[in-house]
């Protein structure tokens, strides 16, 4: 570890936050965070088929071993003093190339431990519950296998000390979603859900590229100590762009505006996946970037303003989404945008909201990750089944599984005292102290998300049934239900405890985030009152419309904005208009991709690249003599630049 | 020594010799016109190497002759194999490869 | 530069003339060229039958082409290391040894393969 | 006069590989078939690992020797000892003989006819091609001496010495020789045209500068004022000379077709080697030679740049041929390197040596995955052909899906430190514009990569698939060690950047 590196680190600290110290002892141990599940992946993939029969209790083994050294670390981070709880574990000089150096090592402070802990933590249970629910399929272990590589990514993710090695974890992230998202091959709809998903991503990536390119530039390394000490005498307009461009990428991973087509079409992966990756916790490595970054962001209004935007625009978005989809899976992934846009409004208000973005991050994590596996539950009972419009009364059928939804229902439309109440008023409270506008939204779209998930409740559970005799609904394995437990009773608990328990997490993230109090236009109880009323209001309608009548088994046409609503908003159909041009030339190409047997199908920019790389690929005639031809016009083109540079 | 005359005479064979390739379709043509540009730079190496008054500029003119005829052995061990496979020396019959 | 001007004029007139001539010929010539057009012109008639493997002119004529041209390449490096030989001294005897000796490999090559049998 | 006087010791390695290029000849010559190809795999081994021991020894070494016309210098000495590695390697799949029954990838003899009597019975005696070791020798001999060639005509030579065996390599395939010859053809006219450019262009620059050697053209740039026309002319016809052996767009359009023409192993060899050889001349001519004028040449350079990075993976995009997507992207990576080219410091050295060495690896490993895929007529290089590989054979599978990622510039492959120290030279260059091509055209590069992955992995084999051959040892050997490098220069290039930089000197 060379000392440079440190008292820079040093010196960035002291002024807002706290010093970094060299890990010693036990938190010299943390790499094994990572290691464990990577062992576990490299054992599923690499071991062949003598693995098939026990892999699923391997991939459970290594999360919960990472998951018990992440509760040693906790306790004995809490046994430190509360400036004192951020360490810095080096592993080894990645490279060293001109004056950029770039280094693998860990950071744990209080931020990436809340990370850590959820991950490891949502991620054992998932991982016990997949044994169940993923039984009968006979690629049992490569899934095992590929959820371990995300784990593993994820906590690199978090645990990066250098923009550059978070940027490993993120593409990591990426490459093991966009596996799982495709696990079932062989529905052509999980194939192309996978590449769509690829490819927003690799847009929101660019940016992550950029925003690194810049640090470089601006502060000659991409090191969180350098860049964060250099951001005070950095010129603000680099750190607009920065922010921006760490924006982006938060959008292309977080599924925000304008960016949030691919989640929708992400729940062709097994449920399992969609509650661990696309709920709990890679969808949220956007906040966790923003947050991370806070330092760059406290300095970049314009940045800031544009996060709040975002959050705001999706949050409604989402939850409107939501409210149209009769795709369960579908219905939980608009309102897991919802919640992420609410975190991002969260995140955008600086020093104000970044512990409650984390806050709502975490209870998120159970509330939602306990509705996708109820969800799962339900499917798994209901022969894979995802149409609400085929559910109905099955509350007496699965019991317990309805009664963990119902609790994850309760914390997520915000009842006190269920998780979601605590984490949700305060971004509300924290959003109207910011301004008027961006708070009426946010009590706006607690009002529909109390709606939308009545309505799954209603039309799921309660209501008549309306799914054929030969269904057969049943109650899950017990190695699906008490997964389930255990996530419904952290997200009744989960909230108030975090939040009082020993100073809260409030207190907790403070040297990592800092903190600013703020001032309500009105006072708190109008405010909570009047949240509550929007809540119940929202969950009225739907009772009024789902509940008093019968819902019928074939979707109605609906008004104008339900069907907006049931095709994304047009998400898909924007990117392609402002992607690719219409006409033709696109038609064309399509066709002629078709045509080749190729998997044709190309997404978003890529059409437009793709009618380009036809025409230019006609250039490519066969003959000698055209080659030839284009090398006398190409060497008579560079002789020609050569001499006119000189010209003038 | 002025070389200007011999410069514009070595441009006008360049010339000449890069036309042959595009316009000839004989392979064995196109490929004299390729010839026709090394020497072309041999004339141009000469009357530069009198003009500076120093050797080297001849000597590579015996190079370039050398590489030449070695040149001329692959290519023609090249064109006469496929003279004989496809019975046609013609560059714009071996177009398989393309697009 | 005012010297080289017409040369590098020239050397773009000749690059467009070349591509206008090519571009010209494809957009207006007929494309009917065919094998009749690549042979050898015999006053008119029918030329005479080839044997197959062979061309307008024998395989053989390359091979002796191709053989020439080992020699071809020894005489060039030969006579300018003889006018300076005295100058040269045991370095360039050397070197000129080395030079005649992988001269001989491909002839060598050539031999034993049967590139020398007439038949 | 005095006799001129050859530093033999500097110049040991490339006299190893050439005299055992002439020896391989004469074992041609006189060693009975039976016996001929294990003497000639050894002999070539053995040269190109006695060779490499000699560049290690050499290590260090600043000489300018043979009165003047090769440097054996940091750059010349990587770039060999690199050239040397990738040769052994390629050299493994040369010698490989299981994949196609009984002979190698190689007709038995190139001067015989396809489907004549005279192929049909040397196959049926199991003949083996072997003088593609003496052929593949002397390339290698004339790779090592481009990097390290140090005026005007010594550059010439090497440039021709390389080219012309691999003329000849290309056009001998075993199987789809028609296609194999034309690809010969095509290679041997550019090649040929774009060398007369070259000497043509020499030409220019030694009537402007009165030498042949580098330093005194350098010396001579700012000297001689009113005669910049010519030199400038010069310049840019050498230019198109180098630019077309790297692949640059406008001089790219042999590659595809020679790439997808030639036996995949002579690809595999030519895309690796090539390419590495002729950047190392060109730094070597821009650099020492050209230097002061910098600032006429880079404007050139980055309109080649942004080109050949685009039209490079554009192009790739519809490509439904294996072999000829790869071609594509090796074009684009050519267009990488460029743009740290332009950069013209030693970081930008550094990064290019390593960016080579990187890329070498990556694109051996990646044709040798290609001929291991069949099907009856030779290898299935067709995508569809390559839809659900992945659930034929998952090992092959992911072998490649790891080269492609490596291409694609994934973190923790060598594909990655290589693009980013290449950009990061490029931006410290001042060449910002060509690095946020760069970024966006990697970002799209991207998808096409991770479309023939989603083919091998999500999509269903096609009825009528390949087969996967199951090869010997050598092609088993040399694909593990392509992935291994691939793999340990993603996650530990430290020691390779060190290497590099301090490799990066040229001596003037």
Redo the contacts between chains.
């Keep these: 570890m060379n000392t440079t590196l440190l008292t820079q680190s040093v010196a960035a600290q002291t002024e807002t936050h706290q010093a970094v110290r060299e890990a010693s002892g036990l938190f010299s141990g943390t790499w094994l965070l990572i290691a464990l599940p990577l062992l576990g992946a490299a054992l599923l993939l690499l071991g062949g088929r003598r693995l098939d029969r026990t892999g699923h209790l391997v991939g459970c083994a290594t999360v919960i071993a990472s998951f018990v050294v992440a509760a040693v670390l906790f306790v004995a981070m809490l046994g430190e003093g509360s400036g004192e709880r951020a360490f810095l574990i080096p592993l080894w000089e990645w490279f060293n190339a001109g004056g950029y150096e770039v280094e693998i090592s860990l950071l744990l402070d209080q931020l990436s431990m809340a990370f850590v802990l959820l991950i490891t933590g949502v991620g054992s249970l998932i991982h016990v519950y997949s044994i169940g629910y993923m039984e009968h399929d006979e690629r049992r272990r490569r899934f095992f296998g590929y959820l371990n590589l995300f784990v593993a990514a994820m906590l690199l993710l978090v645990l990066a000390s250098d923009f550059l090695v978070l940027f490993i974890g993120w593409e990591g992230v990426g490459l093991a979603s966009y596996l799982l998202i495709g696990f079932w091959q062989h529905k052509p709809s999980a194939a192309v859900a996978a590449k769509k998903a690829f490819v927003v991503n690799r847009v929101g990536d660019m940016g992550m590229v950029l925003a690194v390119a810049s640090m470089l530039v601006v502060f000659g390394s991409s090191s969180y100590a350098v860049v964060f000490a250099g951001t005070e005498n950095a010129p603000v307009g680099w750190l607009n762009a920065i922010g921006l461009f760490l924006l982006l990428a938060a959008c292309g991973k977080s599924a925000q505006f304008p960016l949030q087509s691919w989640l929708l079409d992400a729940m062709e992966g097994p449920t399992p996946v969609s509650a661990l990756i696309h709920a709990a916790t890679m969808v949220t490595a956007g906040v966790y970037l923003i947050v991370r970054s806070a330092a760059i962001f406290d300095l970049a209004p314009e940045a800031r303003t544009a996060v709040v935007v975002v959050g705001a625009v999706t949050l409604l978005m989402g939850a409107i989404i939501g409210c149209a989809k009769d795709d369960i899976k579908k219905a939980l992934a608009g309102s897991t945008m919802s919640q992420i846009g609410y975190m991002m409004l969260a995140a955008g208000l600086g020093p104000a909201g970044y512990a409650f973005a984390i806050f709502h991050l975490i209870t998120h994590g159970f509330f939602k990750a306990n509705l996708f596996l109820g969800a799962g539950s339900v499917m798994h009972g209901m022969n894979d089944e995802v149409d609400m419009r085929r559910f109905g009364a099955l509350r007496a059928a699965m019991p317990v599984t309805f009664a963990t939804f119902a609790i994850g229902y309760l914390a997520i439309i915000g009842i006190p005292p269920f998780a979601g109440f605590f984490s949700k008023d305060q971004i509300i409270e924290a959003a109207f102290a910011e301004g008027l506008v961006v708070g009426l939204c946010a009590l706006l779209g607690a009002g529909i998300t109390a709606f939308y998930m009545t309505r799954v409740m209603l039309m799921t559970f309660l209501g008549s049934k309306r799914w054929a005799e030969e269904a057969h609904p049943h109650e899950s394995p017990r190695v699906m239900t008490w997964p389930l437990i255990a996530l419904g009773a952290l997200s009744v608990v989960g909230g108030a405890g975090l939040l009082y328990l020993g100073g809260g997490i409030v207190d907790w993230l403070e040297p990592v985030t800092g903190e600013e109090h703020h001032d309500l236009p009105v006072p708190l109880a109008v405010l909570m009152t009047s949240t509550l009323i929007t809540v119940l209001a929202g969950a009225a309608v739907a009772w009024l419309l789902y509940g008093r009548r019968p819902v019928p088994e074939v979707a109605p046409r609906g008004n104008p904005l339900t069907v907006a609503a049931r095709r994304d908003l047009y998400g898909d159909a924007v990117n392609e208009g402002l992607f690719m041009r219409p006409g033709q030339y696109l038609t064309r190409s399509l066709v002629y991709a078709e045509s080749r047997g190729v998997d044709g199908t190309i997404v978003g920019a890529a059409k437009a690249v793709g009618g380009l790389s036809t025409r230019w ?2 250039w ?6 055209s080659y ?2 284009t090398m ?1 016009a190409g060497a008579g083109l560079v002789v020609i630049a050569m001499l006119l540079v000189r010209l003038p | 020594m002025n ?2 005359s011999y ?2 005479l ?3 064979l ?6 042959g ?3 000839r ?3 064995l043509v ?2 004299m016109s ?1 010839e026709l ?2 020497n ?2 041999n004339l ?2 000469v ?2 190497a009198r ?2 008054g ?1 050797l ?2 001849q ?2 003119a ?6 030449a ?24 019959d ?6 | 530069m005012d ?2 001007a ?2 590098i004029g ?2 773009i ?3 467009v ?2 591509v206008f ?2 571009v010209v010929s494809t957009v207006i010539g007929p494309k009917r ?1 065919n ?1 009749a057009r ?1 042979d050898s012109y015999e006053c008119g008639i029918e030329p005479t039958p080839q044997p197959v ?1 062979g ?1 307008r002119i024998p ?1 053989k004529y ?1 091979l002796t ?2 053989t020439f ?1 080992i020699f ?2 020894e005489i ?2 030969l006579y ?1 290391w003889a006018v300076r030989f005295d100058h040269l001294g045991v370095f360039g005897f050397v070197a000129m040894v080395t030079f005649l000796f992988l001269i001989t490999v491909p002839f060598v090559y050539e031999w034993r393969r049967g590139g020398l049998e007439w038949d | 006069m005095i006799a001129p006087s050859i530093e033999y010791s500097a110049l040991l390695p490339m006299i190893i590989v050439f005299g055992a290029g002439v020896v391989g000849v004469l074992v041609e010559a006189f060693v009975p078939r039976r016996f001929r190809h294990a003497v000639q795999v050894i002999l070539a081994l053995a040269a190109l690992a006695a060779a490499f021991v000699q560049v290690v020894r050499l290590g260090g070494t600043e000489i300018i020797g043979a009165v003047g016309s090769v440097a054996i210098d940091g750059p010349a000495l990587f770039l060999q000892g690199t050239v040397l590695v990738l040769a052994f390697i390629s050299m493994f799949f040369f010698a490989e003989r299981r994949i196609e029954a009984g002979g190698n990838a190689f007709a038995p003899a ?2 015989s ?2 489907g004549s009597e005279e192929e049909r019975v040397l196959v049926q005696q199991r003949a083996l091609q072997t003088e593609i070791y003496p052929l593949s020798m002397l390339a290698v001999g004339g790779m090592m001496l481009f990097p390290a060639a140090n005026d ?2 010594a550059m ?2 090497a440039l ?1 010495v390389l080219s ?1 065996p691999l ?2 390599l290309c ?1 001998m395939a075993r199987r789809r ?3 194999s ?6 290679y ?2 550019l090649g ?2 774009a ?3 070259f ?2 262009g ?3 620059v ?2 402007f500068a ?3 050697e580098f330093a005194e053209i350098d010396a001579a740039l700012g000297a001689r004022v009113g005669q910049e026309g010519l030199l400038l002319a010069g310049v840019g016809m050498m230019a198109v000379g180098l630019l077309f052996k790297i692949g640059a767009v406008p001089f790219h359009a042999w590659t ?3 790439y ?2 030639a036996p995949t192993q002579v690809t595999a060899f030519m895309a690796a080697c090539t390419k590495l050889a002729a950047f190392g001349a060109m730094m070597r001519l821009f650099y020492v030679g050209l230097g002061g004028i910098r600032t006429d040449w880079q404007p050139m350079l980055w309109a080649v740049a942004i080109a050949t990075m685009v039209v490079g993976i554009v192009v790739a995009l519809s490509q439904t041929d294996i072999k000829r997507m790869l071609a594509y992207s090796s074009i684009a990576h050519g267009g990488f390197i460029l743009t740290a080219f332009v950069a013209v410091d030693e970081l930008a050295i550094a990064a290019i040596l390593f960016y080579l060495a990187a890329y070498g690896f990556v694109t051996l490993g990646a044709f040798a995955v290609v001929t291991l895929v069949r099907d009856a007529g030779g290898e299935a290089t067709h995508l569809s052909k390559w839809a659900g590989l992945g659930r034929r054979s998952p090992l092959l599978a992911a072998t490649f899906g790891l080269f492609l990622l490596a291409l694609a510039g994934i973190p923790l492959t060598s594909g990655f430190v290589g693009k980013l120290t290449v950009f990061t030279a490029a931006f410290q260059g001042g060449a910002m514009p060509l690095v946020i091509v760069g970024v966006l055209v990697s970002a799209v590069a991207a998808f096409f990569y991770v479309r023939v992955i989603v083919l091998m992995f999500f999509s269903d084999p096609a009825p009528e698939g390949p087969t996967v051959a199951v090869p010997s040892v050598w092609t088993t050997a040399g694909i593990a060690v392509g992935a291994v490098a691939t793999i340990v220069l993603g996650v530990l290039p430290g020691p390779l950047l060190d290497l590099a930089e301090q490799a990066a000197l040229f001596i003037r």
């Design positions: 690929r006609r490519q005639t066969g003959f000698v003599r030839a031809l006398l | 070389p200007t410069l514009v070595a441009t006008i360049f010339t000449l010799g890069s036309g390739v595009l316009l379709r004989n392979a196109a490929f390729v540009m090394l072309a730079a141009a190496f009357a530069f003009m500076h120093a080297d500029g000597i590579v015996f190079f370039v002759m050398i590489i005829a070695a040149e001329v052995v692959i290519g023609l061990a090249i064109i006469v194999m496929i003279f004989r496979t496809r019975r046609s020396a013609s560059v714009d071996a177009s398989l490869l393309k697009l | 010297l080289y017409p040369m020239l050397i007139l000749g690059a003339f070349a001539s090519v060229y094998r690549l493997g061309g395989i390359y082409a191709m041209i071809d390449i060039i490096f300018p | 190139a001067s006819l396809p005007l005509l010439f030579v021709e012309l003329y000849i056009g020789r028609l296609l010859q034309e690809a010969a053809m095509k041997f006219l040929a045209f060398s007369g450019f000497i043509f020499a030409s220019f030694y009537g009165g030498s042949l595809p077709d020679v997808q023409g």
